[in-house]
T-cell receptor, first 115, second 107 residues
């Protein structure tokens, strides 16, 4: 079974631009979560989706948004990029509705660099 | 809040045993996860403890004590490939991750 895939793997943008990242979960998984990982802060939770509905949102500004499609694929968007948005963005999928008991399986991440 | 503390870095010798601790302060959670993350790669699932006690999986074991707010990951017969970051995460919605412990295995 194929794992979680994320595209693109690497991205370089300049301040003020916007970016869209994509995540395809493991086949059959209906829950997708997004995280931002930086050396200083570790893994910070962004959003969590199940059946096209956002179930939870982390403490990030409104410039960060996301959505999930009927095939469980998910996208996240960051508008008006800032230097501090440079990070590894990880997507993780799990089988069912988020309950804190299901194992999350991570994709390889998208490395975003903002210049 | 759900403060999670892990040592930032640890170094151990090939063939040895190392214990990576994770302490937390929280009012409740479903279980505790451990993930391994090699540099530049995605975190991969190692173990999940829902009940107090030790869960053994080959060279890796994980322990949980809810009353003490404490978990540890035990790695036996260390190999060079075990050099990675180890993340503990509280099983809530959403998962809450510690900042991770970077383990270096030296010859």
């Amino acid at each position: 079974k194929a794992g979680v895939t994320q595209t693109p793997r690497y991205l370089i943008k300049t301040r003020g631009q916007q970016v869209t990242l994509s995540c395809s979960p493991i086949s059959g998984h209906r829950s997708v979560s997004w995280y931002q990982q930086t050396p200083g802060q570790g893994l910070q939770f962004l959003f969590e989706y199940f059946s096209e509905t956002q179930r939870n949102k982390g403490n990030f500004p409104g410039r960060f948004s996301g959505r999930q499609f009927s095939n469980s694929r998910s996208e996240m968007n960051v508008s008006t990029l800032e230097l501090g948005d440079s990070a590894l963005y990880l997507c993780a999928s799990s089988l069912t509705v988020p309950r804190g008991t299901d194992t999350q399986y991570f994709g390889p991440g998208t490395r975003l660099t903002v210049l | 809040g759900q403060n999670i503390d892990q040592p930032t870095e640890m170094t151990a010798t090939e063939g040895a045993i190392v214990q990576i601790n994770c302490t937390y302060q929280t009012s409740g959670f479903n279980g505790l996860f451990w993930y391994q993350q090699h540099a530049g790669e995605a975190p991969t699932f190692l173990s999940y403890n829902v009940l107090d006690g030790l869960e053994e999986k080959g060279r890796f074991s994980s322990f949980l004590s809810r009353s003490k707010g404490y978990s540890y990951l035990l790695l036996k017969e260390l190999q060079m490939k075990d050099s990675a970051s180890y993340l503990c995460a509280l099983g809530n919605t959403p998962l809450v991750f510690g900042k991770g412990t970077r383990l270096s295995v030296i010859a």
